[in-house]
């Protein structure tokens, strides 16, 4: 509820909750909730959610949890890294007091790409991008997002564009409708690739910005670099240790390298 309230609310702005989904009680024009509101809604959720995850009395079936099959310690990890999130989006709006919210929360997050929040899918549940393509084949990629990645020589580009027919990554230009360009790689539009909706490398860049907003900067360095590097090993599923020694370990960070890899 928190996760889907957090993705709804920045869409927005301001929604109905209080009263929605309630159509059995017909109310079926429910009231708008400011955005304030379902940020402190969300907030609320979260603070419910972790002592009711560690209650020791606390179930869950097995067979009914797809994202960590029961696993209630990385459940919680989720909880906080989902809090992070939400607490950072409120900078503009909180200054600092946002920027430590999102540490705080982020402390106790996830650890490691082992504790990513996503969606599963296989043969039987198909990814939705897969899906689409399969039945209609006209997504393509971007050229914005895949010039950036081909500049840099980045490990990442053959996993999230796949190759045209002449065995090349060419991204569409914006607004264009070229369908000679790239299709999505498998890395998203596999049969089986999972939709992620928190990971780890987020994590991290939250981390970074935030201590960077406070004047950390070696905390935020660190953040930074291991958030590009969790990204990496995700996507590629190797360490490519040489290209982060070459692109990012030891650069300087800055706002707009954080926001650049966080998003690719």
């Given at each position: ?62 067979s009914g949890d797809v994202v960590y099959g029961g696993n209630m310690t990385k459940w919680v990890k989720a909880a906080n890294s989902i809090k992070a999130r939400a607490a950072l989006q409120l900078s503009l709006k909180d200054g600092n007091a946002a ?166």
């Amino acid at each position: 509820m928190a996760t889907t309230l957090n993705i709804g609310t920045d869409l927005f702005g301001d929604m109905p909750f209080t009263e929605a989904l309630q159509g059995g009680q017909n109310i079926l024009a429910p009231v708008y909730d400011s955005q304030e509101t379902i940020y402190q809604n969300i907030f609320d959720l979260l603070d419910e959610a972790v002592p009711n995850l560690n209650n020791t009395t606390n179930s869950l079936a097995v067979s009914g949890d797809v994202v960590y099959g029961g696993n209630m310690t990385k459940w919680v990890k989720a909880a906080n890294s989902i809090k992070a999130r939400a607490a950072l989006q409120l900078s503009l709006k909180d200054g600092n007091a946002a920027y430590t919210a999102a540490l705080a929360a982020a402390a106790n997050g996830f650890t490691s790409n082992a504790d990513d929040y996503k969606v599963p899918f296989d043969s039987d549940d198909q990814n939705p991008i897969y899906q689409f393509m399969d039945q209609r084949t006209d997504i393509r990629m971007c050229s914005t997002f895949v010039d950036l990645l081909a500049s840099n020589d980045d490990p990442r580009l053959p996993f999230y564009v796949a190759e045209d027919a002449d065995g090349n990554y060419v991204g569409s230009v914006p607004g264009s409708e070229t369908e000679t360009a790239s299709r999505p790689g498998d890395a998203v539009a596999a049969e089986d690739a999972p939709t992620y909706m928190m990971t780890f490398a987020e994590l991290k860049f939250i981390q970074a910005e935030a201590n960077l907003a406070l004047g950390n900067l070696a905390p935020a360095q660190a953040a930074y670099e291991a958030g590009v590097a969790a990204s990496v090993l995700r996507v590629t599923g190797a360490a490519n240790t040489d290209w982060l020694t070459a692109n990012i370990n030891g650069s300087p960070v800055t706002l707009e390298k954080i926001m650049t890899q966080k998003y690719i």
